[in-house]
Structures are given as structure tokens and as C-alpha cells.
């Protein structure tokens, strides 16, 4: 198997779901003869017929009413937001009766459904198409947002998330999309063990960043250049926002005693206060030696012009003068 | 359509257990009994009765805030909504749903909803489960005048026409949202003739017509399954109760109430029916006694039963 | 004048707006004969007519639109949301629209918006009418959040909002419409200087609890029973979420040591993580005696029954609880 | 109605510019100069130049994410706009909006908007502005068939209706919603009937044919002006480039463009119609000639202008 991007790993992915899956249908805007409008579904109506592949009107909110009530009653849909900013569109149906049905109605019902889309910055779509609103969906409780960084970690978390019986919120930065790495494409699992698994990106025992999403990326590249080669940085990617990992982000600050948290997302009511004051609500308080810090995009609209766009996503030079000045 | 004696009586039945055990709700709120609000369909029950007890029992419903009378209909056991609205363990939902989110999944209720018009996108997804799982089987959505102005209304029915879903979308038009006149809150001719505009047949009838409703959902249902594609039905009714505990009603008249009490009422105007066509008012009054012991029994069996033991609510939050 | 309920305190504040403010107007679902389901514009209709008082079909995204769309050609819009839950129908307007177009348009527009709602749980009304959202919208850049505790605070923070620029979440909790006090009917102010700005509740120097909107009243519970009564417990009520005013939070811990935050709503991207990490990321880190404590309403969503309910809310003694823990 | 030539030549002149500032800017992406995508109009001329045209500069617009066209019909500077698009100072949004996210408030144009359907409830309230303020305006909200289906269309629809707010709903109807056919995605018979099934006046018009585009928006706009109520247009037309710069176009048939190209373009069409009538190659010629001459200067200028400055983001984020 050749190296492939982050949107044929998906592609991957749902196509393998499919093919197993019967009852497995995916319905969103222009997801079949397009391809959607990163690619992602490319090829797939081909496969699988407009049975299964099914192109909807621009109607978010039915789009995603639709999968509750299909997953209700024994269909497992994938549905897509073709930019994740339109998810506003959708909230009734996602946080009054997906997040809530379950629990709502004494345990009843399941809610199984993924609601993908593309979301975050840096493509100078502007304000209403780069926002990064995987935050939101922490604070609903039912819910589980599961956010991939790489290739294979989207495919993975993606069947792990078709296999989960909750509500899921999957958030694919557009700047990954196009990533080319190495892909192991495994089988469907049979238990969605990796949600609220973080993944250890590089160990090291100076300082712990805590990141997620294409922030990964952006860290990564920070701590590989030459001006940080010098520290030994661990690189957490919690790959689920909700749950969080905090065991794995714990034990590696027992070591490190250093948390950096880095996210594209604007930092008021965001995972990145959740990670800094969870851990500081816990035991870690007396371990950490210094200040946490959170690295956040600015708490403004996204700008379209490329200058400024980049003056409100953190860069890596914001990474490493954060580490410098912590270490 | 002739229907039979036990299908009237029936029909009689339902709406007399609706009526009676609402009003039970009644005395228990008076009492203190309950926790929270709830929202009355005493004078509606036509609707509901006719409605489910023209499906089967694995064809589906979606109901609304104003859902006891959708939920009894559809074959749910007094007993376990009153524990329900009592947050006893035996209740439906556990406690967890109280009077305005009951589902009974085994009678094939699949939930009342606290959101106006929450159910209609819900319902098309369930139709086409139908549709893909091949099933002969409708859903048929309730919902209220008030939910034909939600956005998703219009989402949900533009893709059941385009997709040809196996629903039957039921509006119980009782003419007010809340304190909103219906005609001051809709626009253009009428609700049934917004179904058409989706090019959904749709038409408007009596919903305090009990054999009416039961005939017009049963037909439609059958078209449903014949040739597909969903249908549209504005039953026209009218809520005697405030539209929740709080409702001082200042936004109609009582003359109006009076008059859909005296004149139109379902129950009263389907008992003169049945007497006329033969049915004794011993018969009747058989029926009578039985839904007040059951009633009752429900009652004292309910507020017996155990609270609904505080587990771990955050693990019940997922599945 | 006599004392009066936070309802009619905000209801004197409406009727001072559009008295002094022609081009003021409020609309939302039965806001005009009804009076609102919680009565706040009761009378009204009455005094200002259907002109000024427009009682709008169940249509919640054409409700907050229609706001921006008047505020961007000289109106003055109060829009409601009978309960706060039904905000998911409108994050579009709000989050996509009003929160982004004076920055989007190069700041050639303002939105100068009110949409207000009933928030919070503890009448019984179940998962989709109870919840308190506020911290979603703090999340966004552009909008400001405002969380009355009390009547004469809910009379004051709405004519400041009135006064503000920008559009604004206010969030009335259930909870304390009732709730009565002396209220001194205060003109319109020239500018919207209250928002963001804490109110200090009561003065003391062991510990700092900083609550808004009901809990804040739970916490002057908590404090002035006999449990505490040994304690000198300084109280902070935020009054806005967004900004929220870190001054009086950071001079506070400089006497105290020792942060409590206390909110309603489930922790995770909540206000009570940002106080926490935004606290902890400052100089405040080594004043801290020991770590900050959140205490929030459960990750679940919100039962009817009561017993079950109160289970998700945090009560007196677990502020009690907590502040022991801390002493 | 026959049209004063001044008037012809301004809708042809109106056409041609917009024609040529979206060429220019295919030509400025391919050369690398252009941040993000786009969405052209290029074939749709006709329903921006004649419905602006139409309008008085203190009537509004509201715009789409395929808006510029409107912006230039409004009365925008073509500079500007090559600013905005390139992020300089003296963009109509000093670089924050790009494309997509023009707003000329000085011309009446309220802003495009990236959400489909957005501007449909703020057109709302801004026509309920006019009717507050008992102004003699309306607003024209501009929106494509895409755009129908979502839950705030019919909001919007249903509310200005019920309140017979001065505004006049235009759907360019261009046949698809980015690969998605019309007739796939609105049930019904069409986007003008549904207009009616609001109780609003509609008709559905030839959207290439710029004179019938504004002799109807000038009709609708004075019967607006005279008797109140809002008005819906459903002007039909194509376009000829992808959706935005990432499409393949494989949704369609590239004969299905090039008859668009060949036997309906608006522009050709009408120089033909202007020809016919008596005006002569040469004025047509002189008018292609300035306006050639004023993009070129445009986007020279535009070019050399400075960046927009990079301010205190979080601060300009409140006004
Ligand atoms: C989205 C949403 N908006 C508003 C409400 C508040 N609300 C509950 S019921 C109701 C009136 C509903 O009217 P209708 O649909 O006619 O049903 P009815 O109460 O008459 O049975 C309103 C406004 C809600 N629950 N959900
Ligand atoms: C709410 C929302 N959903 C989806 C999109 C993505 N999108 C942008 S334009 C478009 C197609 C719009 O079609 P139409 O309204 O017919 O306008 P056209 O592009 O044909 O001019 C889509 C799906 C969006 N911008 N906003
Ligand atoms: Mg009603
Ligand atoms: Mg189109």
C-alpha cells in the first residue's frame, strides 16, 4: 500500500465501512458525483450506488435530524457538513436530540451517528468557513468529538468512532487533507478503544505540549527545527477532545513537570482552558514547576487576507519562542 | 368505511383513557405531586386515537411536548407514564424524560420532544430506515400549527417529498402556539395547503372527528405504502387547557372554549354517535368504569413504586 | 419605590428603552399578550403597541436575523428566546452573522443586538429546557455575554447592554426571576461601562469564590450559613462571562491565595476552566497556595425528576463542602 | 416599456463590467495573486446589472457568496474591490473579507454573505428597518436556488409575508447548487410557486434577459412601494465556471454549457437587441474600450496599493 493523504485515509475508511456495513449510509451536500468538496467521498457513489450515497439539498439541519432519526432505528449514518461552520445550522438536532436522547430517554435509545467536517484556517476561506468549533461540543454532554491529526489516525478514529454507540463529532482540518504519509489500513475494531486515547507523538522529558488537530503539525515542525533541537519535548496529540486523556497528559507531566497546551481554536471556554485547569485542579498543581500556558488562536473572526489570517493562527515561531521562554 | 364495533369501541376507549388520565395529571399537579410543567390535550384526543390506532404496531410514531394522549394511543401502559412523571424507576425513561419526553420504544413511540418541530427531522430519518431496511411500515410525525414556522419543518418535508420517505406527517392544529393564533403565525392559505407546496398530498380535516382522523391515516397509510412518498394531514382541534400550567389564557376568549366544549367536543359528539348506531350506554359505561379503576390502580401502583435511584448520571450520558 | 422581582426589574428596564429609544423594539414568541413565558414583558404590549412589541411565529432563526438585519439599518432590536435551549436554531444569525460582520466588513457595520433568554435548570423542565449555554458563546469573538444574578443587577447590565455596540447574550437564569429585592431604577447609562466588570458580593481574605448568575446566589447561601460562619470568604460575582473582568479576580487572589469558581453549567469549555486556566497562566501561579477547585453542574444532561435534578446541579453544600475542603 | 437608450447603455455597460472585473480576476488567481477561491458569475450579468439598475442607491441589497456582480450593480469601485481581494488597506473590508464578504454600505449594499441563505433573515430585518422608519425603500435580497431549501428560507418567507415587509426576494435560479440539480433539491413544482405558498406574489422570469430582469424588478418594487408586501422573483439563468476554483464540473455536460454560452449569453443577447434598435458597433465599442481601461487601472492600482496594516485583531472584533 502506497503512502497516501489524510483524504484517501478517509475515503479508505468509509469505503471499508461501507462495504461491511450494510445498514452504513453517508448523506451530505454534494457528497456523490462531486466528491464532496475536499474530496473525501470521492468515488464512493460510483461504488456504492445513490442508495447509500446519498447528496442531499443544502439543508444542514435535516442532514443531520436525518441520522438521529435513521440511527434510531437501526441505520448507522455518516453525515458531512461540508465545512464544519455550518454545523450551526444543525445544532437542534445534534445537542437537543442526539447528545440528549440516550440519556433523555432512560437509556432507550441509542444515537450511533459521526457528523464529519472540515474544519479550521489557513485556506483564506474567512470568517465563516475556518472556524474551529470543536470546543462547543465538549461542553454538551452526550456527545464525543474526536478530532484526527494525521492519515492514519484519521482512519483509525474513524472506524473507531463508526464503532462507538454515541454521537460523534468529527472534526477534519482542511490543512490536513492533504498530508501524504504511510497508511496501515486495519480492520473496523470491534470496541471504539481509541476514542479518548491520546497518542504520544514524541517523548522527551523538558516539556510536555499538549495539542490536537493540524496544532499537532504545527508543534511537530516547531520541535524538529533547529532552534529546539537542543530540548527534549514531549508531544501529546489527544486525538479526542472529548473525552480527554488526562492520564496520559498527567503521567507525562509527572516527568516533565512543564505544560504547554497549543490549539487553533480562540481560548476563551475551549479544550485548552479544560486541559490547563483540569490539571491544575488535580495533584499535578504542586508538580508543575512554572506557569502553564495555552497557545490559542486570537479571539477574532478569521480575516481573508493571507497576512493577516496568519497573524491570528498561531505559527510555529509562536511555539518555540512559548517553549524557549518556559524552559 | 363501515367500521366495526370493536374498532369504535376502541376508539371510544382510547380517547375516554386519554381524557381521564390526563385529567388524573391534573389532580396530581393540584396536589403537588409533580415536578415541573406539562402541557394538557384534554379536548384533543380525537387526533391521537384516531391517528395510532390506524397503525400497526411496528409502524412508528413521533410526538410532541403535548404528547401523553400520541403515547397512550400508541399502547403505552398508564402505569409506567405516571411513574414516569413521578420519577420512579418504572417510569419509561427512568425519570430522566418527565411528562414532555416519554418514549416507548416497545409500542414503537419513538419519543415525545421538548422542541417545536424537534421531531420532524427525526422522523424522516426513520422513514428511511424504512426505506432502506425495505420495510412495509410508515412513521407518522406529530406535531403542533405552531412547528409549520420552524425552519426544519421545511428541511424535513422538502427531503421526504424528494426522497419519497414513508411518513405521514400529522399537524394537530389546535390553533394556537401557545398564545399565537394560528392564522397570524402562518402565512398563505392554509398548513394543508403548505404540504402541497412541497408536492405532498395534503388535506385538512376534522381532528375532533375520531372515525374521521382513524379512516384518513388509515387511507393515506395505505397510499404510503402502495406508491410511496410521504403525505401531508392538518387535523383542525382545539386545546381546552392553558397551553402549559402558567397560561393565564388571556389571548382568546372563554366563549370560544365554551363553544368547542359544548359544541364540538370529541368525546361527547362520538358517544352520541355510538348510541345512535346501537351501542347501549351500559356498554359505555363499562368502558367508563374499567379506564377509572385502571386509572386508579396506575395512580396509587405509581406513587407506591421506588424513586428512580441516583446512579451515576455522567455514565448515563452515554451508551 | 417598592422592591420588586428581577422580572420586573428587567421589565422596567425594557419599558425605559423603549421609551427613551424610538427606534428600540423586542420581538420573540409570546413577548406580546402573553407577556412572555416568564412574564419579563408583561404590559408591554399595552404601553408600546404592536409596532414596537412584535409577538413573532415559532421561528427562532428568523427572530435573531431579523435583529441583525434592524441593527445594521439604524434599529435597536431585543430579541428573546423563550428558553435559552432554542439558541441552537439561531446560531446562525448569531454566531455566522452577528458576531462576525463588523469585523468582516472591515468595520463598517455594527450589530448593536440584545438576544436574551431564560437559562438554567431547576424547574423540572428536563434536558432541553434547562440548560446554560453561555460559555459556547463566549467561545466567539464578537459577542459579548452578560449573566444577571439579581434584580437590581439583571436592571442595570440590560441598559448597559442596551449602551453597548455590540451584540450581546444575555442569559437570565430561571432561578432568579423571582427572586426580590430594592431596585433603584437608574437612567440609561452614556456608555456600557458595567460589562465587564465583576461585582465584589462580600469582602473577605481566606478564600475567593468567583460564580455568576445563579450560582451566585448559591454561593451567598453557602457563605452565610452557620457552616461557614467562621470563614471570611470573598464572593465575586462575574456579572459578564465575556469579557470577564480579571482585575478584580487577580486583586482578590493576591489577598486570598485561594480560587473557588462555581457555575452551573458542566465544566468542560466552560467560563469556570477559563477563570481557572487564565488565573493559573498568569503571575497569580505562584501566589495560589494551593490548586484552584471548579465546581460545576455534572456532564450530563438534565433529568426531570427532582431529585435526580438537584444531583446535577451543584447545591450549598457542595460550595460548603469545597470551601471546607480548601480552609 | 420601452427603455431610454441611456438606460440601455447603462445595463449593457453594467454587464460588460462585471463580465470583465471576473475575467480579470480568473486571470489574477491563475497568476497566483489571489488568497483562497472564488465564486463567479460570469454568465449570470444580466440578473445582477438589471436588478440593481432598478433599484434607487438608498434602496438595499443583500448579496451571496457569488456577489460580485451585485456589488458592482450596486455601485462599488471596482478598485476597491481588487483591494479587498488582495488584502490592501483600502479593500471595502480592508482585507477582512475577501470575496465572498464585500459589504458597501456607502452604495446601499448591506454585504455578500459565505452562508447560503444567510442574508435572508437580515434582509428581513432590514426591510422591517424600512417599514419602522416609514421609508420609501425596499431591500432586494439576493440569494441562489441553493438557497431554498434551507430552514431560514422559509422563515424569512413566512415572517415577511405575514408582515408585508418592502422586501423583494430574488432567486437567481442558475440551475444548480454547486453539483446539486434544482430539480433535485426543491420539491414542488417550482422556487416561484413555492414563493406563492407563502402568500407572496412570484413569478419566475428569463434571469439572461436583461431588460425583462428589470422592467420586473422595477414593477415589483413600485407595487411593493404602493400597496406593502413583500415580492419574489425567481430569475432563471446559468453559469459557466465551476462552482468555485476547485470544481471539476462533472455534474454536468459541457454541452449543456456551451449551448448557455452560445444561444443564451446575456450580453451577446442583448448587444444584438442594442444593435438591432439603432445603436451603433462603434458606442458599443467605446464602452468595451473604458471599461477595459478602468480594470486595467484598477488592478494596477489595487496592486500597488498598501496591505491592509496588521492591527489589534481582538480589538477590531468590537466595534
Ligand atoms: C424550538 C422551540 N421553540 C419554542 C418552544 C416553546 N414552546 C413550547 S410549545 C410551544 C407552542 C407550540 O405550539 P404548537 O406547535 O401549535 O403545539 P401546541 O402547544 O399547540 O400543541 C412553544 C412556543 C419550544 N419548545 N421549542
Ligand atoms: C449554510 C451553508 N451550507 C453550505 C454551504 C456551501 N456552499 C456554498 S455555495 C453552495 C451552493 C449554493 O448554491 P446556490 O444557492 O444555488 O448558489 P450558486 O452557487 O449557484 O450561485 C454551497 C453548498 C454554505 N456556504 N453555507
Ligand atoms: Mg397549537
Ligand atoms: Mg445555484
Keep these: 500500500m502506497p503512502d497516501m493523504t489524510t483524504g ?10 461501507l462495504e461491511q456495513n450494510p445498514t452504513a449510509f453517508i448523506a451530505g451536500e454534494d457528497i456523490g458525483i462531486y466528491g464532496g468538496a475536499f474530496g473525501v467521498t470521492e468515488g464512493l457513489l460510483a461504488q456504492f450506488g445513490e442508495e447509500r450515497i446519498k447528496d442531499t439539498p443544502i439543508s444542514e439541519d435535516v442532514i443531520a435530524g436525518l441520522a438521529v432519526g435513521a440511527s434510531m432505528t437501526g441505520g448507522k449514518p455518516i453525515v458531512e457538513m461540508q465545512f464544519s461552520d455550518f454545523i450551526v445550522n444543525a445544532m437542534d438536532p445534534i445537542v437537543n436530540q442526539a447528545a440528549k436522547l440516550h440519556f433523555m430517554y432512560g437509556g432507550s435509545v441509542n444515537v450511533p451517528i459521526i457528523v464529519r467536517g472540515a474544519s479550521g484556517a489557513g485556506t483564506g ?3 465563516q468557513h475556518s472556524q474551529s468549533l470543536e470546543s462547543w461540543f ?10 484526527p491529526s494525521n492519515p492514519q489516525n484519521a482512519y483509525d478514529l474513524l472506524l473507531h468512532s463508526f464503532t462507538d454507540p454515541n454521537p460523534i463529532i468529527f472534526m477534519e482540518h482542511k490543512l490536513i487533507y492533504k498530508i501524504k504519509d504511510y497508511v496501515e489500513l486495519n480492520d473496523i475494531p470491534k470496541e471504539s478503544s481509541m476514542l479518548g486515547k491520546a497518542n504520544i507523538v514524541s517523548e522527551g522529558k523538558d516539556i510536555t505540549i499538549v495539542s490536537y488537530s493540524n496544532m499537532v503539525n ?12 537542543d530540548y527534549s519535548i514531549e508531544l501529546i496529540d489527544l486525538q479526542t477532545v472529548s473525552p480527554i486523556d488526562y492520564d496520559t497528559i498527567k503521567t507525562s507531566l509527572k516527568k516533565t513537570k512543564k505544560l504547554l497546551v497549543c490549539q487553533e481554536a480562540p481560548s476563551n471556554s ?7 485547569s483540569k490539571i491544575v485542579e ?3 498543581f504542586n508538580e508543575l514547576e512554572i506557569a502553564p500556558k495555552l497557545i490559542s488562536g486570537l479571539h477574532s473572526p478569521m480575516p481573508s487576507a493571507k497576512h493577516l489570517e496568519l497573524n491570528v493562527i498561531p505559527q510555529v515561531e509562536d511555539i518555540t519562542n512559548a517553549v524557549k521562554s518556559m524552559l | 368505511m363501515t367500521l366495526s364495533t370493536t374498532t369504535q369501541l376502541e376508539l371510544h376507549r382510547m380517547m375516554m383513557l386519554i381524557r381521564l388520565f390526563e385529567e388524573a395529571l391534573e389532580e396530581m399537579f393540584s396536589r403537588g405531586l409533580l415536578h415541573g410543567t406539562m402541557h394538557l390535550s384534554i379536548g384533543q384526543e380525537a387526533t391521537a386515537a384516531g391517528a395510532c390506532l390506524a397503525l400497526q404496531k411496528d409502524d412508528l410514531i413521533t410526538s410532541t411536548h403535548r404528547g401523553h394522549g400520541h403515547c397512550l394511543a400508541k399502547g403505552a401502559e398508564p402505569y409506567k407514564m405516571f411513574a414516569e412523571l413521578l420519577g420512579r424507576e418504572d417510569g419509561y425513561c427512568r425519570g430522566r424524560g418527565g411528562s414532555m419526553h416519554i418514549a416507548d420504544l416497545s409500542n414503537g413511540n419513538l419519543g415525545a420532544n421538548g422542541i417545536v418541530a424537534g421531531s420532524l427531522t427525526i422522523s424522516v430519518g426513520a422513514a428511511l430506515s424504512f426505506q432502506m431496511q425495505k420495510k412495509d411500515n410508515i412513521i407518522l410525525c406529530f406535531f403542533g400549527d405552531g412547528a409549520v414556522n420552524e425552519g426544519s419543518f421545511h428541511e424535513a418535508l422538502n427531503l421526504a417529498s424528494l426522497w419519497s420517505l414513508p411518513v405521514l406527517f400529522l399537524c394537530e392544529n389546535n390553533q394556537y402556539g401557545m398564545s399565537m393564533a394560528t392564522d397570524k403565525a402562518v402565512a398563505g392559505d392554509s398548513i394543508a395547503s403548505r404540504g402541497n407546496s412541497y408536492g405532498i398530498e395534503s388535506i385538512q380535516i376534522d381532528g375532533n372527528d375520531v372515525e374521521g382522523v382513524y379512516e384518513n391515516v388509515l387511507n393515506f397509510k395505505n397510499k404510503i405504502l402502495s406508491s410511496g412518498g410521504p403525505k401531508f394531514i392538518e387535523a383542525v382541534t382545539y386545546r381546552y387547557r392553558g397551553h402549559s400550567k402558567s397560561d393565564r389564557n388571556l389571548y ?10 359544548e359544541e364540538k367536543d370529541p368525546i361527547k359528539r362520538y358517544i352520541g354517535k355510538l348510541i345512535e348506531s346501537g351501542i347501549s350506554e351500559d356498554q359505555l359505561k363499562d368502558i367508563d368504569t374499567d379506564i377509572k379503576d385502571l386509572i386508579r390502580k396506575s395512580v396509587k401502583q405509581a406513587l407506591d413504586s421506588p424513586l428512580s435511584p441516583i446512579t451515576n448520571l455522567e455514565e448515563d450520558s452515554y451508551a
Design chain 1, 8 to 17: 484517501q485515509a478517509l475515503n479508505n475508511a468509509l469505503s471499508l465501512i
Design chain 1, 125 to 127: 476561506a474567512a470568517a
Design chain 1, 138 to 147: 465538549c461542553h454538551v454532554p452526550g456527545l464525543k468529538v474526536v478530532t
Design chain 1, 218 to 229: 504545527i508543534s511537530k515542525e516547531a520541535i524538529v527545527a533547529k532552534e529546539l533541537q
Design chain 1, 270 to 276: 475551549s479544550v485548552g482552558t479544560t486541559v490547563i
Design chain 1, 282 to 284: 488535580s495533584e499535578l
Design chain 2, 252 to 261: 382568546r376568549t372563554s366563549d370560544e372554549i365554551e363553544y368547542w366544549k
